[in-house]
């Protein structure tokens, strides 16, 4: 038999699969290039849809649905498009496959999280909006009991939804695709914190509201024209009492008239004492001297079990400006000595003028109680727009004026993680925390003319590899310059050892903990004082100003590189912020 040659045959069996394959692959192509394409349109339609949304899921429920049902056949087209075989398969080629996959995941993503949002303004819708808002002195408990499962389970699919976007950021992707990414993230990480924040409500409400049984928590007014670390002296407290849904002032006194005590009524640890030696202890105005409100508010709780034998189930602190914010809400209001009190005059008002109208400290006092039990009437039994209050309340919780301690376990944990701790800066993987905590050392209202101005930024490489951290921190004294002629109330009147219209402000810097400080300097040539506080190395700063003075702290740490770099610090009055990246150039 005579042999064959099999080489030519084999030749065009491989050039047919070859060709085949070829085919198969511009096919592929097409068709994943194709799809990605329609996803693209659907998902700018529904990023269109997503901007209208707003808050429409509580106040609107009825257009948030409306909103919800077309923002959720954009995203699962989106979705279908992008999770078929073919596409799976293109997910795992080299060169085009992370680009494949980050489509295919920020569509899914997009979908979940409108998919989360459905059921839970379903259920708002059947509760009714004006279930949800305080009328006459009171809340329907039951209605954010009803809401409460489908606003947990939203949160946990939201934040799941938002995570996998995150996962994202160190993608190899082209800078379209990455801004594209990284904007449906930002928008999932939102939708997320609000869902957060709403299932936490719902299941501490009713609880708060005394669904359970009669609570009562202690209010604390803080006073930011004397600041301290959480806020400014607290200036007078009131006890609200809850049941039912039901809530009611039933006492209101002065934070002064708790009574001084020559040793503080709980143990405060050696740090602690380091630091604030035990004038927090001593003085129940000088509680939130102590930046952690876990530590401040229990102090609190017991100044008034001493002087009035009963025991709060809480503490909450709250500051002037935020109910400024309220009071945009309510509308004005007509206290009983004449003044009408607006968003606009309360701060300057309740922190200012009335020292100058009162000579006798009762009476200044008095003002403070009648003005804040009147904001707390209005917000009780007048009609207030849902969508308003919660912005209100939320601009509030967001720049640290407002803040709850629970006596109980399982409420307190509730409220982990939250703005509403009023906890010290946690450094973790994503973020780098400063805390910049300042304090009147004058005894004077002085810091109604005080400014504060932080900033920070991460400048270059350390030596032994770790990225340079930068702080600054800048107080300024804008009083006027006759200020040293103002009342005494307000100058202090010279008694602490600091002449009048000089302001004395006594800053506690807490770095990051795990840091190293690289190096430290002050325009005045002050010397600071370093101490530690729960890991966390700490400076105090202290410096005298006379009107129209300024005086500059700067700090460099070394750490290791986070994505963000963030400081927590006092409410003041007037807060503001410089460029972080002029910290870099000036050094």
């Keep these: 038999m005579a042999s064959t040659d099999t080489r030519p045959r084999a030749a065009r069996i491989f050039a047919v699969v070859l060709g ?46 409306e909103v919800l049902a077309e923002l959720r056949d954009n995203t699962r087209s989106a979705r279908q498009l992008t999770s078929d075989p073919v596409w799976f398969l293109a997910e795992r080629l080299p060169w085009a496959g992370p680009l494949l996959h980050a489509v295919s995941a920020t569509a ?8 989360a949002l459905a059921p839970l303004v379903e259920k708002v819708a059947e509760v009714g909006v004006t279930s949800l808002t305080p009328s006459n002195g009171a809340v329907d408990i039951g209605a954010f009991e ?49 869902t957060d924040g709403l299932a936490r409500a719902t299941r501490l409400l009713p609880l708060v509201l005394g669904a359970e049984g009669p609570r009562d928590y202690l209010v604390l007014f803080q006073n930011n024209a004397e600041w301290r670390s959480l806020g400014g002296l607290v200036g007078s407290v009131a006890l609200l009492h809850t049941e039912s849904g039901a809530y009611s002032l039933t006492g209101q006194g002065s934070g002064g008239g708790l009574g001084a005590r020559e040793e503080s009524p709980l143990v405060l640890d050696d740090e602690v004492l380091s630091i604030y030696d035990n004038r927090p202890g001593r003085f129940p105005g000088n509680v939130t001297q102590l930046p952690d409100f876990a530590l401040a508010a229990p102090l609190a709780r017991e100044y008034w079990r001493l002087k009035y034998g009963q025991e709060a189930d809480g503490v909450v602190a709250i500051d002037p400006v935020a109910l400024s914010y309220l009071l945009a809400v309510t509308g004005p209001i007509l206290l009983p000595t004449g003044d009408r009190l607006t968003s606009d005059n309360l701060v300057p008002l309740l922190l200012n003028e009335v020292y100058q109208r009162y000579d006798d400290p009762l009476l200044q006092d008095e003002f403070f109680e009648v003005a804040s039990a009147a904001v707390f009437q209005a917000v009780a039994s007048r009609p207030l727009d849902l969508r308003a209050l919660l912005a209100a309340l939320g601009r509030a919780a ?46 004077s209202k002085m810091d109604y003319y005080m ?6 930024a991460w400048c270059g490489v350390t030596t032994d590899g770790a990225r340079e951290a930068v702080l600054r921190v800048r107080v300024r004294n804008d009083a006027p310059p006759d200020a040293a002629d103002l009342t005494w109330f307000i100058t202090g009147g010279g008694l602490n050892g600091v002449p009048p219209g000089v302001a004395r402000t006594v800053a506690y810097v807490y770095l990051p903990a795990g840091s190293t400080s690289l190096e430290t300097s002050t325009s005045e040539g002050s010397t600071l004082r370093g101490d530690t506080h729960q890991g966390r190395p700490v400076l105090t700063w202290t410096t005298d100003l006379p009107p129209g003075a300024s005086a500059t702290l700067d700090v460099s740490v070394g750490a290791p590189l986070t994505p963000e770099l963030e400081i927590v ?11 972080s990246d002029s910290l870099c150039a000036a050094r």
């Excluded at 400014?451 to 920070?456: E, K, Y």
């Design 20 to 65: 085949l394959l070829m085919v198969a692959a511009i096919a592929a192509t097409a068709w994943v290039g194709s799809r990605a394409l329609l996803a693209e349109r659907y998902l700018q339609d529904a990023r269109s849809l997503a901007a209208s949304l707003d808050s429409d899921v509580l106040v609107d429920p009825l257009a948030a649905s």
């Design 108 to 115: 899914t993503s997009l979908d979940e999280t409108v998919a």
């Design 146 to 194: 009803t809401i409460e499962p489908a606003a947990s389970s939203a949160a946990t699919r939201t934040r799941q939804a938002a995570q996998v976007l995150g996962s994202l950021a160190g993608a190899p992707l082209p800078a379209r695709v990455q801004a594209a990414v990284d904007e449906a993230s930002a928008l999932a990480s939102s939708v997320a914190e609000t």
């Design 398 to 443: 967001d720049e640290n004026r407002l803040f709850i301690w629970s006596a109980q376990t399982d409420e307190q944990a509730i409220l982990d993680g939250t703005t509403l701790q009023g906890s010290l800066p946690v450094t973790d993987s994503s973020t780098t925390r400063f805390g910049v905590y300042v304090n009147d050392g004058t005894g």
């Design 451 to 456: 400014r504060l101005q932080t900033s920070a």
């Design 569 to 579: 610090k006092t409410a003041t009055l007037a807060p503001s912020s410089d460029v």
